[in-house]
């Protein structure tokens, strides 16, 4: 087959075609191999893991405000969405682009999307892991320490410890929605980066 693999493209690098390798040849088996993984997988485990939250928060909404576990779980299934969808977003609408031939608009979706979102995955993932411990914290109260539940592990706590994750995760990653930006040669959308990307301090 005529079709090459073709990475995704930074202005920081030398762009000098005569001095570059030669396109790695594409076979059938990588393009369906990426077309089954990255296109009709990724969108199964999405809608499925989307699904599988959404249930959980319909479940669980009635009784949020009478169990602190019932409130952090619908938190974290929360948190859990989103980070679905992020990851979704890095992935699966390039790679149909790709499986369709349209290799440039690939690319330039693919750097927009990083660009523009890069903070949205570790922030979603910090929200998980934040939310994770907090359950795991209030299941230790309720089992270790039953006399102590009604201080440690009542509703209002997990309302002061959820405000806690997302605060703390937002804040820590925020600098991370500024390390990219885009540059474009013609139609060919590139990935540069910021002033703070280029800060050895920040580096």
């Known amino acids: 087959?005529?079709?090459?693999?073709?990475?995704?493209?930074?202005?920081?690098?030398?762009?000098?075609?005569?001095?570059?390798?030669?396109?790695?040849?594409?076979?059938?088996?990588?393009?369906?191999?990426?077309?089954?993984?990255?296109?009709?997988?990724?969108?199964?485990?999405?809608?499925?893991?989307?699904?599988?939250?959404?249930?959980?928060?319909?479940?669980?909404?009635?009784?949020?405000?009478?169990?602190?576990?019932?409130f952090l779980l619908i938190c974290l299934a929360s948190s859990a969405s989103l980070l679905l969808?992020?990851?979704?977003?890095?992935?699966?609408?390039?790679?149909?682009?790709?499986?369709?031939?349209?290799?440039?608009?690939?690319?330039?979706?693919?750097?927009?999307?990083?660009?523009?979102?890069?903070?949205?995955?570790?922030?979603?993932?910090?929200?998980?892991?934040?939310?994770t411990v907090a359950v795991t914290w209030q299941r230790y109260v309720s089992v270790c320490l039953p006399y102590k539940v009604k201080i440690y592990g009542s509703v209002r706590v997990a309302k002061i410890l959820a405000v806690l994750v997302v605060v703390i995760a937002v804040l820590f990653n925020m600098p991370r929605w500024f390390e990219q930006k885009m540059v474009y040669k013609g139609d060919l959308g590139l990935l540069a980066n910021t002033a703070l990307g280029n800060n050895a301090v920040y580096q």
Do not use: H
């Open 1 to 70: 087959m005529d079709a090459f693999i073709a990475t995704t493209e930074s202005a920081d690098v030398d762009t000098d075609r005569n001095n570059a390798p030669a396109p790695i040849p594409v076979t059938n088996f990588c393009i369906y191999y990426a077309f089954t993984f990255r296109i009709v997988v990724a969108l199964v485990l999405f809608f499925g893991g989307l699904l599988g939250n959404a249930l959980t928060v319909i479940v669980l909404w009635k009784d949020r405000n009478k169990s602190a576990t019932f």
């Open 85 to 131: 969808v992020f990851f979704m977003l890095f992935g699966t609408p390039s790679s149909i682009l790709r499986f369709i031939g349209r290799e440039r608009e690939a690319i330039t979706l693919q750097n927009q999307i990083v660009a523009w979102l890069s903070g949205g995955g570790p922030t979603t993932i910090m929200l998980s892991m934040g939310f």
